[in-house]
């Protein structure tokens, strides 16, 4: 029994260098095609994870523009000229303009700022939306839709139409929001 074991031992077989290359050809196509799949899976979760990034930022920025339109209920509603936004305001019971209701809704710098009557326009924003990605000025419009009442410059009803291009990082992502909200 000692025998059969030591001469066990003793036998030198091996692994031929055809046989090597063959399972070394299989593991690197098997480790490729891994490796792809795990590449490509994370790539997409990196840009899904992006898109509905956007997505809650542009739910964001559209949510604050309804809420501050209803909230204010503008008797008169403004394009400002450079169409950047528009400027809401209420009237009293004369039909004369009441300064202290003014607020104005526009593009600046890349964010949408909401700002009250008196305030300059150097960071005096009551609110300005605070997030991530930043709204691409010349992609984006805020217009008013409607007829202006008896000649004047103003609207009474009408809808404004909202489109914001938002952008990710310098060179990321960009996705566009379109809305149309009543007055």
Do not use: C, W
Request: proline share 1%.
């Amino acid at each position: 029994m000692r025998n059969r074991f030591v001469n066990g031992l003793k036998r030198e077989e091996g692994v031929t260098l055809i046989e090597l290359l063959a399972v070394l050809s299989l593991m690197a196509m098997i480790l490729g095609v891994v490796s792809t799949t795990i590449f490509f899976g994370f790539r997409s979760y990196n840009h899904v994870g992006t898109e509905n990034r956007l997505r809650e930022e542009g739910d964001i920025l559209m949510s604050s523009v309804i809420t501050e339109l209803y909230v204010s209920a503008p008797d008169h509603v403004y394009a400002l000229a450079d169409g950047s936004g528009f400027r809401m305001v209420n009237v009293d019971a004369s039909g004369t303009e009441v300064a202290s209701t003014e607020k104005i809704v526009r593009i600046v710098d890349g964010q949408l700022q909401i700002q009250k009557a008196g305030l300059s326009g150097e960071g005096d924003a009551y609110q300005s939306t605070k997030v991530d990605s930043r709204i691409v000025p010349e992609l984006s419009s805020i217009e008013i839709e409607g007829d202006t009442a008896g000649g004047f410059d103003y609207y009474t009803t009408g809808l404004i139409n909202i489109k914001l291009v938002l952008q990710l990082g310098e060179n990321g992502s960009r996705l566009e929001l379109e809305s149309r909200f009543g007055f």
